[in-house]
């Protein structure tokens, strides 16, 4: 029992509206998490440094883990779970990950892809150190980011009409 | 990591959040992107019972220009700064300052008030306002009242801000068209606190400096206005030597830490080198127009 009373959040989370009462100090990735049982977006530092937290809200990147559900209140917010095409194929950026093996353990890519999807809407077409400057606010412990990297390029190629051809090394 | 429970509140107005804060004395806190605020509720280390929400004063998140004057309201995103078209035209070191905060994610949600009303002695923008000669726009319950960013500052995490007070705008007067500028910051990786940052805005009348400000981020308990170097560069051509010159006048105003970032030592001699790239860069921008 806690003194303070819940409030009502009302959101869209990967399309659809959600009503929810939450005390206000949940933060949005436990509310994901426990309330929705969403567990794509991960909680990884807990002090907004690692980034696997990475949701995208009403089209920008926030980490999720430094702010609050009732933040969020009308908001529309996409988690990896909403990623995918409408008919269930990969999206271009899921694909890309899996071709060019941006991920080894796996627990910073529900963050890095998220990430990835907001800094292709904002540079379609980014140069490599647009997407290592676009993605330094998530850390990934075991590929050096290198396919990262290599993964986001084929998915700009890819929303882009291209093949992507990779750089020789 | 759990915050402890607090109110939240979310007013549609200042008056209203001045009233709010009023009303619940030291147990509220001012809130908007909450990057600073939520790390240290999640550590315990703030516990305040009523958070007041600046999100809802849409007020708050304009950008203004009054010609001479460009107004920023307090919970402007540095994102917001960064995507500008105004201050790319008209104060472009906003933007080159903001990209070299944080990461994109936070850049989302930090805001330029809460970054320069903090107090955080590792924070960018505060140095930036001291060399700019902005003023802060202070709202209380007898009103609202203006103090410069040179005066605003007192020790880390202690400034003129008094409890019951919110800053609602920064007030920046333009430097005129074709000053040069530069944010030059050392940090040992993206997101970090500059081990040692310095800004620098000129204005060159043909080959003479005819104006500067310079002024200097985390090294010293609060950010720090260079007076005398800023002084001592006007009405030269910018020489090797009085770029020297300037460098050891900032250099010795600064009292740094010795910390991670690295001896008391070495960061006093990094803020002269961050002083003396900034110089170059500034004026070369104001040769070249760039």
Do not use: W
Request: glycine share 10%; hydrophobic share 45%; with cysteine.
């Amino acid at each position: 029992m806690s003194e303070i009373d819940t409030i009502p959040v009302s959101l869209t989370v990967n399309g659809r509206k959600v009503q929810r009462f939450v005390e206000p100090r949940t933060l949005l990735i436990h509310f994901l998490r426990e309330e929705l049982n969403l567990t794509g977006a991960h909680i990884g530092c807990e002090t907004s440094h690692c980034g696997a937290c990475t949701v995208e809200i009403d089209g920008a990147s926030v980490k999720s883990c430094t702010m609050f559900a009732v933040q969020a209140n009308g908001a529309s917010v996409t988690t990896v779970e909403g990623l995918a095409n409408a008919d269930g194929t990969l999206h271009a950026l899921q694909e890309g990950f899996r071709q060019m093996h941006g991920l080894q353990c796996g627990f910073c890519t529900p963050g890095m892809l998220m990430r990835a999807k907001v800094l292709l809407s904002e540079n379609p077409d980014p140069t490599e150190e647009e997407i290592r400057f676009g993605i330094a606010g998530n850390l990934c412990r075991c590929t050096g980011y290198q396919n990262i990297v290599k993964a986001i390029q084929y998915a700009a190629a890819k929303l882009n009409g291209r093949t992507y051809q990779e750089a020789a090394e | 990591m759990i915050p402890g429970p607090f109110v939240y509140h979310r007013p549609a107005s200042v008056g209203e959040a001045v009233g709010l804060l009023a009303a619940h004395g030291e147990d509220a806190r001012p809130f908007a992107g909450g990057h600073s605020l939520i790390p240290m509720m999640k550590l315990r280390m703030a516990a305040p019972s009523h958070l007041v929400d600046l999100a809802g004063i849409s007020d708050l998140a304009t950008i203004r220009d009054e010609g001479s004057t460009v107004v920023i309201g307090a919970t402007v995103t540095q994102a917001a700064l960064i995507r500008s078209d105004l201050l790319a035209a008209r104060l472009p070191i906003l933007r080159e300052t903001a990209l070299q905060i944080a990461d994109p994610q936070i850049r989302t949600k930090g805001t330029l008030g809460g970054n320069v009303a903090n107090g955080d002695p590792g924070n960018d923008m505060p140095a930036l306002m001291q060399c700019l000669g902005a003023t802060y726009v202070l709202a209380g319950p007898d009103g609202s009242r203006e103090v410069a960013a040179r005066d605003f500052y007192e020790a880390a995490y202690f400034t003129l801000l008094q409890p019951g007070e919110i800053l609602t705008a920064v007030r920046i007067p333009v430097p005129p068209a074709g000053h040069g500028y530069a944010y030059e910051k050392l940090k040992r990786k993206i997101g970090d606190y500059a081990t040692a940052a310095a800004a620098v805005v000129l204005t060159l009348d043909g080959s003479t400096v005819a104006s500067a400000a310079i002024a200097l981020t985390n090294v010293a308990s609060t950010p720090l206005f260079a007076e005398e170097a800023s002084r001592l560069v006007v009405g030269t051509s910018l020489d090797a030597a009085t770029v020297k010159a300037a460098a050891e006048a900032a250099k010795a105003i600064t009292d740094p830490a010795t910390d991670g970032r690295g001896t008391a030592e070495y960061r006093r001699e990094m803020a002269g080198v961050m002083v003396a790239r900034a110089l170059v860069k500034a004026a070369d921008r104001a040769r070249t127009g760039a």
